[in-house]
């Protein structure tokens, strides 16, 4: 079974810019959750869809992030225009259902530095 | 807010040794507690769960304990193999949603 896919791996941009990074989930997986791990932390959930609905993005900075998942499938996270804070590595996750009990499986991350 | 804290940064054991990292809470509505491994450069995979009716879950190696009263849980490696070398994350969820907290992790060291 093939895992959680993220791209690209790393990104270089400097401040004002904008970026996005993709995310393929588990297949059949309905729950899908972006986080944000910045240096020393742990990571912080930005949003959570179900299939391709909204169930939580109560700490995505929606002045500047934005994320869609369009057929309830792959997901794009987008930060429009970029902040030094903004530097941290992007976490894509999925998980079959979406109960608090369940397992969710990570992507390798995407790791953004802004310059 | 911090909501799941784990106090040690690092921690290093010799190899055979027993490995224990702890994680402390502050929210008494979560009621599923989990514990992650994340190597550099991947993504953090699940390593084994407890729910708050249960003070203890076993699997192989790994054993995790939940004090409720404490708001504390440990992760206990037995044997301790390099291998394990890698951060450990503690997350819990519970309450009005289903999103997990994140511990800032513990690092973990075991020397052949």
């Known amino acids: 079974e093939a895992g959680v896919a993220q791209s690209p791996r790393y990104k270089i941009i400097e401040k004002r810019q904008s970026v996005a990074f993709w995310c393929n989930p588990i297949s059949g997986h309905a729950t899908l959750y972006w986080y944000q791990q910045i240096l020393g932390q742990g990571p912080k959930l930005l949003i959570q869809f179900q299939n391709n609905g909204v169930v939580d993005d109560s700490q995505l900075p929606k002045d500047r992030f934005s994320a869609e998942r369009l057929k309830g499938v792959d997901s794009t996270l987008k930060i429009q225009p970029a902040k030094l804070e903004d530097s941290a590595v992007y976490l894509c996750a999925s998980s079959l259902v979406k109960v608090s009990t369940d397992t969710q499986y990570f992507g390798p991350g995407t790791r953004l530095t802004v310059l | ?112």
């Open chain 2, 1 to 112: 807010d911090q909501q799941v804290k784990q106090n040690s940064p690092s921690l290093s054991v010799q190899e055979g040794r027993i490995s224990i990292l702890n994680c402390d809470y502050t929210n008494s509505m979560f009621d599923y507690f989990l514990w992650y491994k994340k190597y550099p450069a991947e993504g953090p995979t699940f390593l084994i769960s407890i729910s708050s009716i249960k003070d203890k879950n076993e699997d192989g190696r790994f054993t995790v304990f939940l004090n409720k009263s404490a708001k504390h849980l440990s992760l206990h490696i037995v044997p301790s193999q390099p291998g394990d070398s890698a951060v450990y994350f503690c997350a819990a969820s519970g309450g009005t949603g289903n999103q997990f907290y994140f511990g800032t992790g513990t690092s973990l060291t075991v020397i052949p």
